[in-house]
């Protein structure tokens, strides 16, 4: 597709159950993004991954979350034991990954803790 | 750490009025900016970017920002505002040299009545 996918749009997830959230970059993108959008705040940074390495992940919130990108393309941000501060959205981005390029946003994934 | 400072948390304009948001970073070093847009139920979208050169950056749908160095600001403008103008605008900064460090304000919500 020409855009970046993500998947699911929504998850609904009881207290103390795992997600795993997929996100599927532009074709040839090296760098991917995680961001974690609360209400009416902007998006916070998360990890960082350059091709399959997974430079920066200094905004991860906690050690229940962690994200993988093991081929270089297709990325999996995970929550494990997820509580309800985690409910947001979860938006991915790709972008060339040279100086100052642009980023290019999914739509990300409303995630609701009940 | 960069950080980005919106001053308007939500602006409401009538059509045909013009339009400015505020926009502050903190960053060490030369830096890239940016307005990205999110219409409602859509994804963030590209508004425009300042990298070098002319100050004064010309964007889509005749939105403009001018970088403002001894002021570390980068003001989104346009003359006069279409109702379809309604969504929600973020300025974002990373540096000049690598953009694994994007960070975000916390956004501005225009509505624009008709």
């Known amino acids: 597709g020409a855009g970046v996918s993500q998947s699911p749009r929504y998850k609904v997830a009881k207290r103390g159950q795992d997600v795993a959230l997929r996100c599927d970059p532009i074709?040839?993108?090296?760098?991917l993004f995680w961001y974690q959008q609360a209400l009416g705040q902007g998006p916070e940074f998360l990890t960082y991954f350059q091709n399959e390495a997974q430079l920066d992940k200094s905004g991860l919130p906690s050690d229940r979350f962690f994200a993988e990108r093991p081929e270089g393309s297709v990325s999996t941000l995970k929550i494990q034991r997820t509580q309800q501060e985690d409910s947001a959205v979860y938006l991915c981005a790709s972008s060339h990954g040279q100086g100052g390029s642009p980023l290019h946003f999914g739509n990300g994934t409303r995630l609701t803790v009940t | 750490a960069q950080s980005v400072s919106q001053h308007n948390h939500h602006v409401i304009l009538s059509e045909a009025a013009s339009l400015e948001l505020g926009c502050n970073y903190s960053y060490g070093g030369t830096v890239n900016l940016f307005w990205y847009v999110q219409y409602p139920g859509q994804h963030l979208q590209l508004l425009l970017k300042?990298?070098?050169?002319?100050?004064l950056v010309k964007g889509i749908k005749g939105f403009e920002a001018e970088f403002i160095k001894s002021k570390f600001s980068f003001n989104l403008r346009k003359p006069s505002v279409q109702w379809s103008d309604t969504a929600e605008y973020f300025c974002?900064?990373?540096?000049?040299?690598?953009?694994?460090?994007?960070?975000f304000g916390a956004g501005t919500r225009l509505t624009v009545k008709p």
């Open positions: 300042y990298f070098s050169g002319d100050p």
């Open positions: 074709s040839g993108h090296v760098s």
């Open positions: 974002a900064v990373t540096g000049s040299y690598n953009n694994n460090d994007m960070r």
